[in-house]
């Protein structure tokens, strides 16, 4: 993705820039998440401490991720995708049948009070009136709905149209068919969620309210080791409790195989971003063999760091740890979204625009959210003493108003500076897709594979097992590469730049899009 923008754009400042604020954002939200939410299954399951929990958690996964590579991720994904829907709605089944059906679950959540409540007020503790709809009040609402379907929205365009964890994964696709084949499967399993873990989350709580419901700061560090809010082991809490031995087991190694499955990606993604769009430019020369080692170097840094934040995930937000990774979104994602957006549908915005608008975008995105660290979130019994001007704003509103000012800057800015000829924007933007035409790029690429540098040296006499074995895992295998022709050269990247598709897919595959969104409409209106 900061490749696209360097051949929209030019320069290398708006590139380094995406590169280095998905890297901290893979910190503040991917990687420390998953590895606390994964430690949370393993505390509960093992009784482990949360530390040994991730520390065993990482190991695994570092094993995982070096020997298996994109492929070996994708094919144990799906796998686990089927496994994982099918213990989910035993789960599902299981908790249901435990409170007497779907007739019994709002009566019986609604009074799922805990038993402690010392002189807390009964707004910090009772369940919400509006609780069992989507759609909740604008201005009193803990999720608006105007936040809800505009700013998820923005978050959404930045995660799923422009990360490089999801990106990577469609460009490894055969052709365009299986792209969106993908996609809309996405979409259909993203519809399951709400029944198979929202319901069953809320069960939980009528199951165990003392525990996943408790206000109280002393009973609440006793249950779950944080003071602020046990909601984050209501689903864990009811797989370990409430499934049958076998499935139990069953859901917990699929529930931590995912987890694992998710940091390969982000390591993945978060390593070829800081070789090609960081290290090229401190070395430039850099032999493939130098690039393998200096990203599995800094993938071991990006751990450290995201180990260290940890404790900032724990008490974040109330303690709720999807408020905790949407408000952070919130904050720093918008400006990347509207320069993805007016790049692709706006020809006439360029670098200086793009630029202004990413950085003066972050600097207002930053205030709120070092804000928000400084004087911390707390909670419905110790609220924050964070200024109301700048934490009273909704999170959710808080992305609407940063995307709408990175527009304003983004098109101003590009209005009054020069624009970009169309000689370079050929099949970069929307009005110029299908052009045929050959595109002069505006900068050359900073590092080119070099066939020549690529082809290892064969060694003298056949090394042993113990240097082979650690060759394997480091990924620096000694094997000559093939050399292409230069026909053979034009044939692969033509290949690789096809886009047709078989008409039969083609109207499969958008007819399916289009019941996917009425399926959608549906349930919202319908839970709305």
């Known amino acids: 993705m900061p490749e696209y923008l360097k051949k929209r754009f030019g320069g290398q400042r708006i590139r380094i820039y995406l590169s280095v604020l998905s890297l901290f954002l893979y910190v503040f939200t991917k990687i420390s998440a998953d590895m606390f939410s994964g430690a949370i299954f393993i505390n509960l399951a093992l009784g482990l401490n949360i530390y040994v929990a991730v520390i065993l958690l990482l190991i695994i996964t570092a094993l995982y991720t070096v020997t298996g590579g994109l492929a070996a991720v994708i094919y144990t994904d799906t796998l686990q995708t089927f496994i994982m829907v099918v213990g989910s709605f035993i789960l599902m089944g299981f908790a249901f049948a435990k409170i007497g059906g779907y007739d019994n679950f709002q009566d019986l959540y609604m009074n799922a009070v805990p038993s402690v409540t010392t002189n807390i007020s009964e707004a910090c503790y009772e369940p919400r009136a509006d609780s069992f709809h989507i759609f909740r009040d604008p201005i009193t609402g803990d999720l608006p709905w105007p936040g809800l379907i505009f700013g998820l929205t923005i978050q959404a365009v930045w995660y799923w149209c422009t990360d490089q964890v999801i990106v990577q994964r469609c460009l490894s696709a055969k052709n365009l068919s299986h792209v969106k084949g993908g996609c809309i499967l996405c979409g259909y399993l993203k519809l399951l969620p709400m029944f198979l873990i929202v319901f069953p989350g809320m069960i939980s709580r009528i199951l165990y309210p003392d525990v996943v419901a408790c206000v109280d700061p002393d009973e609440c560090m006793k249950h779950c080791g944080t003071s602020v809010g046990c909601t984050n082991i209501a689903y864990p809490k009811l797989v370990v409790d409430l499934m049958p031995d076998g499935l139990r087991g069953l859901m917990l190694s699929v529930m931590l195989a995912s987890l694992m499955s998710s940091l390969t990606s982000i390591f993945n993604s978060a390593s070829t971003l800081f070789t090609m769009d960081i290290y090229t430019k401190i070395r430039q020369k850099a032999s493939e063999k130098e690039l393998m080692i200096a990203g599995r170097v800094f993938i071991l840094i990006l751990i450290g760091v995201s180990i260290a934040w940890i404790p900032v ?123 045929t035409e050959e595109r002069e790029d505006l900068e050359k690429d900073d590092w080119v594979a070099d066939n020549d540098s690529m082809e290892f040296e064969e060694p003298e006499e056949e090394p042993g097992f113990c240097k082979k074995a650690l060759m394997c895992f480091c990924g620096l295998e000694q094997k000559k590469a093939p050399k292409l022709t230069k026909e053979q050269e034009a044939a692969l990247k033509e290949q690789l730049t096809d886009t047709t598709e078989v008409p039969l897919w083609r109207n499969i595959v958008n007819a399916n899009a289009l019941i996917l969104l009425c399926v959608a409409v549906f349930f919202h209106g319908f839970y709305g």
């Not at 200086?352 to 804000?371: E, K, Q």
């Not at 800015?413 to 370079?424: A, E, F, G, Q």
């Open 313 to 435: 995930v724990q008490s974040a937000q109330s303690g709720q740890l999807f408020d905790y990774i949407q408000s952070i979104t919130g904050y720093l994602t918008p400006p990347v979204a509207a320069v993805f957006i007016l790049a692709i549908f706006c020809k006439r915005v360029n670098e200086a625009g793009a630029f202004y608008g990413l950085t003066i975008g972050l600097l207002i995105g930053l205030s709120r959210m070092i804000a928000e660290f400084v004087y911390g979130t707390g909670s419905c019994v110790e609220p924050s003493n964070c200024p109301e001007i700048i934490c009273g704003v909704h999170y959710l509103y808080f992305a609407i108003i940063l995307f709408t000012v990175s527009c304003i800057i983004i098109l101003g800015v590009s209005l009054m500076t020069k624009p970009i000829p169309d000689k370079h924007l050929y099949r970069l933007c929307w009005s110029l897709r299908n052009s």
